[in-house]
């Protein structure tokens, strides 16, 4: 396994050779939730719940298989560099031109090719203390200025985010996740349209909607027709469950699709991916059922953490952020994610977050929810 070095360590290591930026020998390594494999391997654990990384917990629709097997046969063939179906799909989806639309492999690909396509070492990146930590380790790997604004209430503070555009003009992005993760807040369309309106056009606004099928008024499809330097980045691994195949996209004015169409690499979606986002897209029942799930086991979480006193916030999308508070004698959110973890529940620890007395859990089926809250129960009342 890659263990994360210190940066002085890091740069010895390299001995002669010297990276493009010094802020890369910084970057802490992206941590992804637990694999499953890797809990059976630790703690020989078979019967594991993973809830660390908001996929879905109810999997893809099961048109997505017919769609995947159809392929099988063909692997062997470069998949279509331009993803000309999906795009047509998502166009009619999403009621817009194809022309405005940019593929990638996952939306973390779009983020990336965004923060390559727009910024260098001598700009800054804008985003919310307790946003999806992906935005300032690509202010780092741009070498760039990575400007943090404390957040309101654990969500976006927008007025705060807009006077930082103004006092840092080297500003080239700002990144609004919405929902956001891990804690799961919403922002008001007017208050976005309103950020958007005094900030100067020279800005590219990112909204993230990874979440946006958990949260439909979420939505800021239509911002996309009264601003330019818009990008709305969406995922297929989230409740179109098909985080295990990568694939995402951005919508955005035509120049910017031109511009980060020539930045993607030629094939970063695969043929597989392509042809299961086209079924997963078709099947909107299979996302109203699951948006619907969703909302009844959230609910029902949120009565489990309150009967065991734990604070939570609010949450829009599929995962919910929950606090261990501190004044539980000899409990932490450190202890507790260690002993869900030998009992086989995987949640995430937010500590990179600095939101250190904090776990993120997903939203799981009623029976992962069940093993949760028992396994919660009696981690609680055995300290
Ligand atoms: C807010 C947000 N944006 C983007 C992503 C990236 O997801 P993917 O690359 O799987 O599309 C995630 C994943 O956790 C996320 O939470």
């Known amino acids: 396994m890659l263990t994360p070095q210190s940066a002085e360590s890091l740069a010895t290591t390299l001995s002669a050779l010297t990276p493009a ?200 499809r239509a911002l996309l027709d009264e601003f330019d330097n818009v990008v709305i980045v969406r995922t297929f691994s989230k409740a179109y469950g098909l985080a295990g195949l990568r694939v995402g996209y951005a919508l955005s004015s035509v120049p910017v699709a031109k511009l980060i169409n020539r930045i993607r690499q030629p094939f970063n979606v695969s043929r597989v991916g392509l042809a299961a986002a086209q079924a997963a897209l078709a099947d909107q029942d299979f996302i109203e059922y699951s948006r619907e799930s969703n909302q009844e086991q959230k609910r029902w979480l949120e009565k489990q953490f309150d009967a065991l006193g734990l604070g939570f916030v609010p949450s829009a999308g599929n995962f919910i952020m929950v606090e261990i508070a501190v004044e539980m004698e000899a409990v932490s959110a450190t202890s507790v994610n260690q002993a869900l973890l030998e009992q086989g529940v995987i949640v995430r620890p937010l500590a990179v977050y600095g939101l250190s007395n904090w776990l993120r859990i997903t939203v799981g089926t009623a029976e992962d929810n069940l093993r949760l809250i028992d396994t919660l129960h009696s981690i609680l009342t055995s300290q």
């Open 21 to 220: 930026y010094d802020s890369l020998l910084a970057l802490a390594p992206y941590q992804t939730g637990k694999p499953v494999e890797e809990l059976i391997f630790e703690y020989g654990i078979s019967d594991v719940v993973k809830l660390a990384s908001n996929e879905n917990p109810l999997g893809c629709s099961p048109q997505v298989t017919l769609a995947v097997t159809e392929q099988l046969g063909q692997l062997a063939r470069y998949p279509d560099g331009n993803g000309y179906y999906l795009k047509q799909a998502l166009a009619e989806f999403n009621k817009i031109d194809a022309a405005c639309i940019t593929l990638g492999n996952g939306s973390n690909d779009l983020l990336d090719i965004l923060a390559r396509s727009f910024v260098s070492a001598n700009d800054a990146i804008v985003y919310s203390q307790y946003a999806f930590v992906v935005y300032s380790m690509l202010a780092k790997m741009q070498g760039a200025t990575g400007v943090e604004v404390p957040a309101k209430r654990f969500g976006h503070d927008l007025e705060a985010m807009s006077q930082a555009v103004h006092n840092q003009p080297n500003t080239k992005v700002v990144f609004i996740a919405n929902p956001n993760n891990p804690t799961g807040t919403q922002l008001k369309q007017e208050e976005i349209q309103r950020f958007i309106a005094n900030i100067p056009s020279s800005v590219l606004v990112v909204l993230d909607e990874a979440y946006i099928e958990y949260s439909p008024d979420s939505n800021n």
